[in-house]
C-alpha cells in the first residue's frame, strides 16, 4: 500500500510540474515575463540602439549591413522553429547569476558613454534572458541566432581605424602590383597611386574594410545554411578574407584603369557603381567553393 501510495505521489507530482510548464509556455506568467524582458530590454539599451542606427545609416559606414542582421537572425528561429517548439521549458536560476556583470558592464558602459561597448553586451544578455526563461536546451537551440547579433554591433572606433587602415594599405599595395605586372608605369606613395594619366587616392570609403565585414557576416550566414561537412563550412567563412582584399585590391585596378584612359568622371561613375559588381563576383566565387568543400545543398525546414 505505501509503495503504491508513493508511485501516486510520484505520478501527480510529475503530472504537476508539466502542467507548470504548460502554464508557463501559454499562460499570463509567460506572456508577462516576455513583456518585462522586452521592456527592460529597450530601456536599457535605447541609447545604444540609437547609436546603432546612426551608424548603420551614416555614409560610408563599415556596418550598413547591420540593419539587416536582427531579421536574418529572426529568420533563422523561424527556420528551425519546429525543431525549437518541441524543447521542454525548464527556467534555469543561473541566468541571474550570469546576468549580473553583464547589467554591472552595460551600466558602466552607459554611465560613461561608451556605446560601443555596451552593444557588445547586447548578444550576451539576449543569450542569458533565454537560458534564464526556457532553459539551457532553448540556448543549445538558438545558440546561432544568438551569437549572429554580434555582426550588428558596431565595434570602438580604435579598432575600426586601425584595422580599415591596414586593409587599406594592402588593397592600394596589391592594386599598384597588379598595374605594374600590366605593365603601366606606376608608383605609390602612401593611399595614393600615380599612374602616367591619373594620380587615384584610395579613400578609407574605398579601402575595402566594409567589404570584408559584410561579407564576413553574409558568409558565416550563408555557410549555417549549408549542408556539409563542418570543415567544408569553416573553409567558406575563412575564405572571406583572402577573398575580400583580392576582390577590393581588383576593385581599386579598375578604378585607376578607367580613370587612366577616360579620365576623372568615367572614374568616379565606375567607382558608384563598381562595388555592386565586386559583390557580385564575390558571391559566385563563394558558390564555387562551395562545391568544391561539398557543401553544395542547402539545410531544409525540420518537419512539423
Known sequence: METTTLDTSQQELSQNKQLQIADLRSGKLWKVLGVLCLAGIVYAYHRTFDFWWM????????????????????????????????????????????????IIVQL??????????????????????????????????????????????????????GLSFKIQMLSTQCATLGLKLIGLDVYRHGQKIQLPGIEVQVAEACSGFRMLIALLAFT?????????????????????????????????????????????????TFHDYSGFLVLVIAFIALMLLSMVV???????????
Open 294 to 304: 561539398k557543401c553544395q545543398d542547402f539545410k531544409t525546414m525540420p518537419a512539423r
Open 55 to 102: 551608424q548603420w545609416w551614416r555614409d560610408n559606414s563599415e556596418y550598413s549591413h547591420g540593419v539587416l542582421i536582427p531579421f536574418m537572425s529572426a529568420f533563422l528561429i523561424w527556420f528551425e522553429w519546429n525543431r525549437i517548439r518541441r524543447i521542454p521549458i525548464k527556467p534555469n536560476p543561473v541566468g541571474f547569476l550570469l546576468l549580473v556583470p553583464v
Open 220 to 268: 558565416t550566414f550563408f555557410a549555417y545554411m549549408k549542408v556539409g561537412p563542418l570543415w567544408g563550412r569553416l573553409s567558406l567563412i575563412a575564405f572571406v578574407i583572402p577573398l575580400s582584399l583580392i576582390a577590393n585590391s581588383i576593385r581599386v585596378l579598375l578604378i585607376a584603369l578607367v580613370g587612366n584612359y577616360y579620365g576623372n568622371d568615367a572614374m568616379h
Open 108 to 161: 558602466a558602459a552607459n554611465r560613461a558613454g561608451i556605446a560601443s561597448v555596451s552593444g557588445l553586451t547586447f548578444p550576451v544578455v539576449i543569450g542569458i534572458i533565454i537560458l534564464l526563461i526556457l532553459g539551457k536546451e532553448a540556448v543549445k537551440a538558438m545558440w546561432f541566432p544568438i551569437l549572429f547579433l554580434f555582426f550588428m554591433c558596431v565595434p570602438p572606433s580604435s579598432i575600426l581605424e
